[in-house]
């Protein structure tokens, strides 16, 4: 699959050796499609333009072998529109109030500020109601496991970071901070955000690689008192569960009766079944690189040992098409092009299959379509996208508002069940059974459930006015 982009190209063209109708047919002939032109510099031997063109791949180098092989073309810088909207970072810090006199120094530094220093060191709770904390988190990565390129290394990471930051500022109001740390040493990142930990309300973990993304956000959530999370787990696992909640309304099946193929067992994989398990699924086949997981095979880590025991409950063993045979679901967080029409053919009537491989999904939606009576993936560019977004603006939200201790069972459960609603039952139908991520009511729903879930589960250390 091509994903489409624009460049934007500032080209010398010498008039002695070329035209401009020489440069347009031969960006047209390798699928670029000049959308504007601009004037850079105009002389008499020659004249400088800002070509943007509409290419198909951005990958495809294509477009500027073609410019450079031409008599006459100096291709003097090539830029696109993502390149462009990262120049200098994503985000920025700004006050709160201009400083403008002596007078607005001495309020927000010293003198005054020495004595909101001591009443927060009389009392720690105060430093929710006079800093920072009580609206920001940390967003914190080692590199490890960023988007589908794998280890690229904490400075490699941080465009995805910044990118993160914003979406929680945009939908959930929260200020958000990157930490790219460079370690891979689960102790050592352990340690580092628990000593930073206490200038923010929340740990959000992102890009870090299995197995040792569990045992990072196992001790953090037992060794610090604000909500820890890892949203490569449960961020995908509850936006998952939220599509198949409705997905099977569609169907008419129910949950706890549907064979479930859950297929590539890291960090989303893992999280997906646990989610499930606890929403009522009873027949779960989780399926890696070796085949299903079954009581017999040896796993050198726990998580995998544990969902060895708690599913497949006939203790099947096989692959891929083991697993998938007679299923209802397919959930697929895994690589491209694992699932054939043959694995789908072979899956029970009205079968779903979320294939959330990203970028390139276990099946081509084209392929799947005619075989599938609902399909969900994590591309943006066909329907029922299953996208994180979805979930941790929501669930940051309603954790920092009733400052929650950690982020439980029932508050994920919660915001799955809140997330599902916001498609109304008149609009869900195949193409629709998970909501858009610019739904305004996404994130004060999730809100409100996590809030709730929290408070019902003794988590919450405060009710906002707005809960009853």
């Known amino acids: 699959m091509s994903i489409a982009t624009t460049m934007i190209i500032r080209l010398e063209i010498r008039k002695a050796e070329a035209s ?16 504007a032109i601009d004037v850079i510099r105009a002389g008499k031997e020659a004249t400088t333009r800002d070509l943007t063109v509409n290419v198909q791949d951005a990958a495809n180098g294509a477009i500027v072998q073609t410019l450079t092989s031409m008599p006459g073309i100096k291709v003097i810088n090539v830029s696109d529109r993502t390149f462009l909207a990262h120049l200098g970072g994503k985000i920025e810090v700004t006050p709160k109030m201009p400083i403008k006199n002596r007078e607005d120094l001495s309020l927000v530094y010293t003198p005054g500020v020495a004595r909101v220093c001591m009443a927060i060191a009389e009392d720690p709770g105060k430093a929710y109601s006079l800093t920072m904390k009580r609206n920001t988190v940390a967003v914190v990565t080692d590199g490890t496991a960023v988007l589908g390129l794998g280890d690229i290394g904490p400075e490699a990471a941080m465009p995805v970071m910044e990118g993160k930051a914003m979406l929680f500022k945009q939908l959930a109001d929260i200020d958000a901070f990157p930490l790219c740390l460079n370690t891979k040493d689960p102790d050592e990142i352990i340690s580092i955000v628990k000593a930073v930990a206490p200038g923010f309300g929340g740990i959000n973990l992102e890009d870090i690689a299995s197995p040792r ?14 909500p820890v999370f890892h949203d490569d787990q449960h961020g995908t696992s509850v936006v998952a569960l939220a599509g198949l909640l409705n997905a099977l309304k569609v169907v008419d099946k129910e949950l706890a009766d549907c064979r479930i193929a859950v297929v590539g067992i890291g960090a989303a994989g893992v999280s997906i079944c646990r989610l499930l398990l606890a929403a009522g699924a009873q027949r779960i086949y989780a399926v890696d690189r070796e085949g299903i997981l079954h009581r017999g095979r040896e796993y050198a880590n726990a998580e995998w040992r544990w969902l060895a025991d708690a599913t497949n409950p006939e203790n099947l063993s096989g692959g891929l098409t083991e697993a998938v045979r007679g299923a209802d679901v397919f959930i697929g967080v895994s690589g491209g092009g694992i699932l054939t029409v043959e694995h789908l053919q072979s899956m029970a009537p009205d079968n779903i299959v979320f294939a959330m491989a990203n970028p390139l999904p276990e099946i081509e939606p084209e392929l799947a379509e005619p075989h599938v009576r609902v399909l969900a993936t994590g591309r943006s560019d066909y329907p029922n996208q299953i996208n994180n977004v979805l979930c941790f603006p929501g669930i940051f939200r309603g954790a920092l508002d009733c400052r929650a201790k950690a982020v439980n069972l029932e508050m994920k459960l919660a915001a799955a069940q809140a997330i599902a609603a916001v498609v109304h039952p008149d609009e869900r139908n195949e193409q629709y059974i998970i909501p858009s991520i610019f739904n305004e009511k996404v994130v004060e729903q999730v809100r409100l459930a996590v809030i709730r879930a929290a408070v019902a589960t003794g988590m919450a250390r405060r009710l906002p006015p707005d809960i009853t």
Do not use: M, Q, T
Request: with cysteine.
């Open 20 to 35: 401009f109708g020489d440069v347009a047919s031969r960006l047209a002939a390798v699928g670029g499609d000049i959308v």
């Open 213 to 226: 993304c569990f045992e990072i956000e196992r001790r953090l959530a037992e060794e610090l008192d604000i």
